[in-house]
């Protein structure tokens, strides 16, 4: 089975610090890897996503299949970037997975002024 | 934002009662899930559907039901509820393909 592991519960940088968001997978097949953020009492929103390797809000993040790893990094953070970050799995094309993910347990980022 | 609303948005029960939470979406996605949010667990899936009366168990669905008689509208029911099951709940909806979820706003529901 599956499963996505964020090692930091809580992670506290000052304004205009490099962060850097831990997030490893154990997934037998292909994954689809995604970075979702949920500010205060919001909804989740997607961040970023493996596949289309955009930079969103300044952050950015590889797959790394040798070490099943998927960082958040963004090189100066802001205090708006406070939230709480999910990294999630969804298996593979070609499989029957309707689009289920597989969430990490969430790093709660606070960025001080 | 994607049309998916969540009602109630707040709700406190007895433990023993039944519970209903509702997901309703306009934008026509195939495929709705049911997640519980608590901390130190993320985001945990509780059921799922796939089609219109086509469901299925998520990683936690003991003490969950679900059912989805239209393409719009996923329920949720706690059929006796306990208070293990004070959570925030999430219903997401996604489209067939590499497509991505979106969430609705949560329910907080307290079991006292």
């Known amino acids: 089975a599956q499963r996505v592991t964020q090692p930091e519960k809580l992670l506290s940088v000052f304004k205009g610090a490099p962060v850097e968001l831990k997030c490893n997978y154990s997934?037998?097949?292909?994954?689809?890897l995604f970075w979702y953020v949920q500010y205060s009492r919001q909804r989740l929103q997607l961040l970023l996503r493996?596949?289309s390797r955009e930079s969103i809000k300044g952050f950015t993040a590889d797959l790394n299949k040798g070490e099943t790893s998927f960082h958040l990094k963004k090189p100066f953070a802001q205090e708006e970037d406070s939230a709480m970050y999910y990294c999630a799995l969804k298996e593979g094309a070609g499989g029957t997975s309707y689009g289920k993910l597989t969430f990490g347990q969430g790093t709660i980022l606070t960025v001080h002024p | 934002d994607a049309g998916i609303t969540q009602s109630p948005r707040h709700k406190v029960t007895e433990t023993g009662t039944p519970v209903t939470l509702r997901c309703h979406q306009t934008?026509?996605?195939?495929?709705m899930y049911w997640y519980r949010q608590d901390p130190g667990h993320g985001l945990r899936l509780i059921h799922y559907?796939?089609?219109?009366?086509?469901?299925d168990k998520g990683e936690v669905s003991d003490g969950y039901s679900v059912s989805r008689s239209k393409t719009e509208d996923f329920l949720l029911t706690l059929e006796s509820a306990t208070s293990s099951q004070t959570s925030v709940y999430f219903c997401a909806i996604s489209g067939v393909g590499n497509t991505e979820a979106f969430f609705g706003q949560g329910t907080r529901l307290t079991v006292v």
């Open positions: 997934y037998s097949g292909s994954p689809e």
């Open positions: 559907s796939y089609g219109v009366k086509d469901t």
């Open positions: 934008e026509n996605h195939r495929y």
């Open positions: 493996h596949i």
